[in-house]
């Protein structure tokens, strides 16, 4: 079982940055493809970006690239989410959650563990 937690959220202004990060528990974490999702007041989660175990291939969401960049270090049990570039219209809370299940990355419902989240909002 991998227990995650969220940090760096916070308020900024249009075309700022942000840096997430994320930190597991357990020794199993570089196992795990890693994701970050984002929620909306009103509105369903969506996929953000994904890297997997090993490091070597990440995938964003076509509204974040360019602008987004996740990256892992397993030595230190942790995945990042550098947001650059930010608009209003990414204000959401941001998970990170660890896939279990093989499938979709996109899909949350493969994702078996899910961090609190952090809150992220982009003011104009």
């Known amino acids: 079982q991998v227990q995650l937690v969220e940090s760096g959220g916070g308020l900024v202004q249009a075309g700022g940055s942000l840096r997430l990060s994320c930190t597991a528990s357990?020794?199993?974490?570089?196992?795990?493809?890693m994701g970050w999702f984002r929620q909306a007041p009103g509105k369903e989660r969506e996929f953000v970006a994904c890297?997997?175990?090993?490091?070597?291939?990440?995938y964003q969401t076509d509204s974040v690239k360019g602008r987004f960049t996740i990256s892992r270090d397993n030595a230190k049990n942790t995945v990042y989410l550098q947001m650059n570039s930010l608009i209003p219209e990414d204000t959401a809370v941001y998970y990170c959650?660890?896939?279990?299940?093989?499938?979709?990355?996109?899909?949350?419902?493969?994702?078996?563990?899910w961090g609190q989240g952090t809150q992220v909002t982009v003011s104009s």
């Open positions: 357990g020794r199993t974490f570089s196992r795990y493809t």
């Open positions: 959650a660890a896939q279990y299940y093989s499938g979709s990355y996109y899909d949350p419902r493969n994702y078996g563990s």
């Open positions: 890297i997997t175990w090993t490091g070597g291939r990440a």
